[in-house]
């Protein structure tokens, strides 16, 4: 296995409450501002929880300008379009192919992997078929006989999971190696990793990775408040008075290439990926360790995939959830790695909520534009770190990177744990 | 690029229409006998399809002994335990707590599924102005037990198997719709090629043998309506056929390194040796008539199982009886074969077993490894009036004896995720592999 391919990334693209674009995301959290807010998109005022980091007034059309493609797809899929088509204008690929004579575009095609990270659906998507319910009395014979009358015909496609890869296949002419991950939180990272595996491996010369997800439907909210995830108001990671998550929804994308097809065809590097870790606690599909094993192990793994030291990371992206069990543990993870001085740590969930599927990478795109801006942002929310979550450096205040490499850490049901590691351009080019 | 780290196939374990176990399955696979029956799980009777390949009989309890765990499962979850146990069993090896960080997990799991009675007690919350009103969640009767949300993650499956059996290595739950099986096997031969881990435990899961997707596929018109003949409705290749068969069930496979297996005197049913995928990025509804898109996986995962069609004696076909996959899935093999078509024996197990959604990948890689193990190339059943379109070397009648050196297993999935994956016999040298191409320069 080639683990010399160096591979940087060249475009990015995201999408969520707190804007449409990575220039408006880094804007909101470097200026301390919080997009979670009242939830608007029912009238929320008895229920439980009555926050969301929701994108709102956008037109379905801005995200994706083919109106006849709205009725086939979901939101969550038109979130993944929209960031993975951002990504793509921005690396310059589509208009690089452009240019080239047909038999190397077949070969461009072949070669340029899709990876996507999928929420997997949301409860609502089943409401298609209320109506159907009610047609048919509740009665299943009568359910079967109305069905082709009453529900959409393409329903099914509507709702795959795999959408997203799918439709960017079809509206980029991308053909190469692929995959669409399910795995609830860690979905994006993952997409990821398996799509930088992919360059190392020789799988493919470039590849597009995407993650994406919409967990803001009320029954989805309902039953993560009822498992005691949710906080009333904010996300405040360590901090001694977190109560929970929020949820929001979002997507993130980039393109990366090996160095060397990025330099031959002039293109801008916005960093390099550098190493990827990622284990299972198999601890079950809520639990978590409390001694934050999982993420201690992922985090480990990374270093020797990167071939580092904890000592060369100069800023971590915390996964930071803002739940009792998931912070505390973390903290814990990151202490066996770091020992009692870890690098800065920041995180960026309080800004636009935990979007699930799509946390890891928007996180990812945050942090590359941390270490080119090289500053570690603050946590607008921490007040009082928790005892439990010392000594980890996270302030209300903004600070400065050890070094130009990030780890970004991403944790999700089923006690999956990832950890990430990126550098900013002057490592590539030293 | 070194020498790639070679991967033996040391357990199987399946639960289909077929049967609760690798053996009765491939046992019915050979003898091409059909899963398909009226749908007896729900009142499909209004339905425009009421037939389907249900696993029959099933009781969890039999198989694993663990109450509490059995009610964070849906039926494909039950399915999935009860395989995997079978495929460690069969291996004879499971995860240890000095050995546990070395396992890996990879699964290939269905859309989630809501189970009807689920959505029933929506529709009496929330619907009974004709509009949904999120209000009636917050009424007392509405269910919101943390189990229901635990088993409707994305991911639970993939949770409850690594906790079950003690897996805390790589893990990642996969899906490309029909593809999603051989999506997450071929995520796990890379696993171990990477040697993030030195075992794995492969499979995919699925069962939308319920209301909801039974409609999805008949909304679609993707189903055979032969209800009056259900054994006869899965036909791949046939000029008549007209639409898949629904199943259900769960493959798991054991993976291990390969010199690790033989130094611990493992039997090895198969080497693991390639894996190609590619996206036909043709329209999210059809199949490529010309095969672009299955062309390139069949001929990655033959060059990187170092396998030629001179040296491919088995393709187990994705074949789910539809025209247009059917047609499109020969005009690639016609193009990958070439002069070999005539000779490389083909079949689609789906003839019997119905179509397992997210799971066929993995028990259709189960399947190969059989083939391969007994020497059988298991019969296409139902194949009458031959397709001319079709005219690759179909097994025809009954199951054909045969040395089989290397096998192909093609998932080709709705919107155009392909995965192709190939198995060679344990005796067969290892291939010197060439290397993968790695730029266009």
């Known amino acids: 296995m080639n683990t010399t391919t160096r591979i940087v990334f060249t475009g990015m693209g995201a999408v969520c409450a707190a804007g449409l674009t990575v220039d408006e995301l880094w804007t909101r959290v470097v200026s301390g501002q919080s997009a979670i807010g009242p939830l608007r998109r029912w009238d929320a005022s008895r229920w439980p929880v009555q926050v969301a980091a929701e994108l709102t007034g956008v037109d379905n059309r801005t995200l994706v300008e083919d109106r006849k493609l709205h009725k086939s797809i979901s939101r969550t899929d038109m979130l993944g379009i929209y960031a993975a088509g951002a990504a793509i204008k921005h690396s310059g690929l589509t208009a690089y192919r452009d240019a080239m004579k047909p038999e190397a575009v077949v070969h461009f095609n072949d070669r340029t992997g899709v990876f996507a990270g999928s929420g997997g659906g949301t409860y609502n998507s089943n409401y298609d078929f209320l109506p159907l319910l009610t047609e048919a009395k509740g009665e299943l014979p009568a359910f079967g006989r109305e069905l082709g009358n009453v529900v959409n015909p393409m329903w099914l496609l509507k709702n795959l999971p795999n959408n997203v890869l799918c439709h960017v296949g079809i509206r980029h002419g991308f053909k190469g190696v692929n995959a669409c991950v399910t795995n609830q939180c860690v979905s994006g990272s993952q997409a990821l990793a398996e799509a930088a595996w992919a360059l190392r491996e020789g799988e493919a010369d470039r590849a597009v990775a995407v993650g994406h997800d919409t967990p803001i439907d009320a029954e989805t909210i309902l039953r993560y408040h009822r498992v005691g995830l949710l906080a009333p108001d904010t996300i405040r990671p360590f901090d001694a008075k977190r109560a929970g998550t929020v949820l929001g929804e979002g997507a993130a994308a980039v393109t990366i290439e090996t160095l060397q097809e990025a330099q031959a065809r002039g293109a801008q590097i916005l960093g390099e990926y550098l190493g990827f870790g990622c284990v299972t606690e198999g601890s079950g599909i809520l639990e978590i360790r409390p001694d934050g094993d999982g993420v201690a192990r992922a985090i480990e793994l990374a270093l020797a995939d990167a071939r580092l030291q904890p000592a060369d990371v100069g800023m971590i992206v915390a996964h930071g959830n803002g739940t009792q069990s998931s912070d505390a543990s973390e903290a814990l993870g990151i202490r066996r790695v770091f020992g009692t001085h870890p690098p800065p740590v920041t995180a960026f969930k309080w800004a636009f909520g935990h979007c699930i599927a799509a946390s890891g990478m928007l996180d990812l795109v945050m942090a590359l534009r941390a270490l080119s801006e090289r500053v570690v942002p603050a946590v607008a929310t921490i007040e009082t770190l928790d005892p439990a979550c010392r000594p980890l450096p996270v302030f209300a205040h903004a600070q400065a990177p050890r070094s130009g490499i990030a780890l970004v850490i991403c944790r999700g049901f089923a006690g999956m744990n990832a950890a990430l590691l990126v550098g900013e351009v002057p490592c590539v080019l030293d | 690029m070194s020498a790639k780290r070679r991967v033996a196939i040391t357990g199987l374990g399946m639960v289909t229409p077929l049967g609760h176990s690798a053996p009765a399955t491939w046992e019915a696979l050979v003898a091409g006998r059909s899963g398909a029956a009226p749908i007896r799980g729900f009142d499909a009777s209004g339905f425009p399809v009421r037939i389907g390949a249900e696993v029959k009989d099933f009781e969890p309890t039999r198989h694993l002994n663990d109450r509490r765990l059995l009610k964070f499962c849906l039926p494909p ?167 898949f068969l629904l199943g259900e069930g769960a493959g798991f496979l054991v993976l291990e390194d390969w010199e690790q297996a033989r130094a611990r005197g493992a039997r090895i049913y198969a080497e693991f040796a390639g894996v190609g995928d590619s996206l036909s990025s043709y329209r999210i509804t059809d199949s490529p008539p010309n095969g672009d898109g299955p062309i390139q996986a069949m001929q990655q995962a033959m060059a990187d199982g170092g396998v030629t069609p001179e040296t ?81 070397n179909i097994v025809r009648g009954q199951s054909r004896r045969m040395r089989i050196r290397a096998a192909l297993s093609n998932s080709l999935g709705f919107g155009g995720s392909n995965s192709c994956l190939v198995f060679r016999h344990p005796d067969e040298p290892p291939a010197a592999t060439p290397e993968r191409r790695t730029s266009c320069s």
């Open chain 2, 77 to 243: 979850h039950a399915f999935a335990l009860a395989a995997a146990q079978e495929a460690l069993a069969d291996a004879g090896i499971r995860p240890t707590a000095a050995t546990s960080a070395r396992w890996g997990c990879a699964v290939g799991a269905g859309m989630l599924g809501i189970p009807f009675e689920e959505l029933r007690d929506t529709h009496r919350n929330c619907f009974a102005s004709g509009e949904f009103n999120p209000d009636g969640l917050l009424n007392e009767d509405f269910p919101t037990d943390p189990v229901a949300f635990c088993r409707s993650q994305s991911n639970a499956g993939l949770g409850l198997i690594t906790r079950y059996f003690g897996i805390r290595g790589y893990a990642t739950a996969v899906h490309t719709a029909c593809a999603s099986g051989g999506q997450a096997l071929g995520t796990a031969l890379r696993v171990l090629r990477r040697g993030l881990v030195d075992y794995v435990l492969a499979g995919g899961f699925d069962s939308m043998l319920n209301p909801i997707g039974l409609s999805g596929f008949c909304l679609l018109g993707a189903l055979s309506t032969d209800n009056d003949t259900p054994q006869r409705a899965s036909r791949p290749f046939d000029a008549t056929r007209n639409g």
């Open chain 2, 312 to 392: 491919l004696d088995y393709v187990n076909a994705h074949g789910t009886s539809t025209q247009m996959n059917d047609r499109s899935e020969c005009a690639a093999l016609k193009v990958v074969l070439g002069p070999e078509t005539a000779r490389v024996a083909v079949s689609s197990t789906k003839s019997c077993m119905g179509h397992l959604i997210s799971a066929a990948g993995a028990v259709e890689a189960a399947v190969c490894a059989l083939a391969i193990r007994d020497g059988i190339a298991p019969v296409n059943a139902n194949l009458e009036t031959p397709d001319p379109e079709c005219n690759v």
